[in-house]
C-alpha cells in the first residue's frame, strides 16, 4: 500500500489541514539523517545532556539544566502530544506513539522532526478502518483512552522524564507538569478549531479528571467568555521556567505566578486576537 493511503497517514494529514501541529509523519527509513528516538533518549552517555543543553541554549538562551530541560520537553511534546490528542478527539483513534515507536531526524547535533516508525494504532469497533491489519479494536472509548494512556504516558513520557532527569539534570516536577500543560494546550487548540465545542469539553474532563493520570491535578481547565466569544484554558499547577530568560513582564498567560484575574486578562486578549 502507499503510505499516503495508510488510514493512520490519511487521518494525520487531515487534522494537519487544520493545524500543522496535529500532523506526526511517518520517518522514511530509506532517507539519511532518521534514527531511532530511543537512540538519543536513552542513552548511557552524556550526549543527551548535550543535546538539551545545546537546544535550550539555542531555544531560550539559558545554560541552565532545569530551563534547558523544561525547553527540550516541552519541544518533544509538542511534536507528540498535540498530534495524539488531535486523533483521539477527531477520529477516535490513537496512534502507537510509544517511544520506541517514534523516530528523530537530525539534522547536524540538531532534531528537526519527529516521526512514527510504524504504522498502527487503536480504534473503535465502528472506525471504517477497524478492519485495517494495522490496527487494535478496542471495545469501548473508555478502553481506548486507557490504551492512549499506556502507549503516551507508560511507555513513553514517562520513561523521557526520567531519563531527562538523571542524564541532563532536567527538574522532575517541572517536566511532569508540562506533559499536562502539552494536554491542555492541545485541547485549547482543538477547541478554537472545532465546532463541536462540548465534545472537546468532554474529552478534557476525561483527561484532567482521571485521579489515576500522571497530569491529575497539574491543571485546571476553563472556559472564558469575552465579546462573545469562547476559549478553553488551562490554568498550571507548575511554572515552565521561560520567565527566568525574559526581561520585564515575561510570564506566560497561564503561568502560576501571574494572579488569577491576571492569567484571566490574557485569556481575554487571546480571545480578542482570536489565538
Known amino acids: 500500500m502507499n503510505p499516503l493511503q495508510h488510514p493512520l497517514t490519511q487521518s494525520l494529514i487531515e487534522a494537519g489541514s487544520l493545524d500543522p501541529y496535529l500532523n506526526l509523519p511517518f520517518c522514511d527509513p530509506d532517507q539519511a539523517g532518521w534514527c531511532a528516538a530511543t537512540d538519543v533518549l536513552i542513552s548511557k552517555n552524556s550526549r543527551l545532556k548535550e543535546l538539551v543543553t545545546s537546544y535550550g541554549y539555542a531555544s531560550w538562551g539559558t545554560d541552565n539544566n532545569h530551563v534547558a530541560g523544561s525547553a527540550f520537553i516541552i519541544a518533544y511534546l509538542t511534536r507528540v502530544i498535540y498530534p495524539v490528542i488531535g486523533q483521539y478527539v477527531l477520529h477516535r483513534r490513537v496512534p502507537r506513539a510509544t517511544l520506541e515507536n517514534l523516530a528523530f531526524h537530525r539534522q ?25 491489519h494495522d490496527s487494535e479494536v ?107 530568560t525574559r526581561a520585564g513582564d515575561g510570564y506566560c498567560a497561564n503561568c502560576i505566578l501571574q494572579p488569577k484575574d491576571e492569567q484571566t486578562q490574557r485569556f481575554r486578549e487571546m480571545i480578542a486576537a482570536g489565538k
Open 108 to 132: 547536524g547535533e540538531s532534531i528537526d522532526a519527529t516521526g512514527l516508525r510504524q504504522s498502527q494504532f487503536a480504534a473503535l469497533p465502528d472506525d471504517p478502518a477497524a478492519s485495517h
Open 138 to 244: 478496542l471495545i469501548n472509548e473508555q478502553h481506548l483512552y486507557q490504551k492512549l494512556k499506556e502507549w503516551v504516558f507508560t511507555a513513553n513520557l514517562d520513561i523521557v522524564v526520567k531519563t531527562l532527569v538523571r542524564s541532563a539534570s532536567a527538574s522532575s516536577k517541572v517536566s511532569h507538569n508540562a506533559v499536562a500543560a502539552a494536554c491542555s494546550q492541545a485541547f485549547h487548540r482543538l477547541f478554537y478549531l472545532l465546532e463541536d465545542k462540548d465534545s472537546v469539553i468532554r474529552d478534557a474532563d476525561t483527561f484532567f479528571q482521571d485521579s489515576s493520570s500522571p497530569i491529575y491535578g497539574e491543571i485546571s481547565m476553563e472556559i472564558i467568555e469575552h465579546q462573545g466569544k469562547a476559549g478553553l484554558f488551562g490554568r498550571r499547577a507548575g511554572c515552565c521556567l521561560i520567565w527566568r
